[in-house]
């Protein structure tokens, strides 16, 4: 394991993409979101937790890390 790390993911692409290119290299995640609701409403917060949750449920290499 390279280690563990605490990620801040929004509801973008980047953070996630990050979140599983550090999954691959091994490491331990500890996604955090900070939600702007009522700035943002209730979207983006919904979105970050289903790309959180495709990350887990992915088939193969990247799920099983990912649990």
């Not at 490491?27 to 289903?50: D, L, M, N, R, Y």
């Not at 790309?51 to 887990?56: F, Q």
């Amino acid at each position: 394991m390279a280690g563990v790390c605490v990620a801040l993911v929004s509801g973008g692409i980047d953070s996630p993409v990050a979140v599983a290119r550090m999954l691959m290299q091994g490491w331990k995640i500890f996604p955090v979101h900070a939600s702007q609701e009522p700035i943002t409403g209730p979207e983006a917060e919904e979105k970050t937790i289903a790309l959180l949750r495709y990350l887990l449920d992915s088939e193969g290499k990247l799920g099983e890390l990912a649990r």
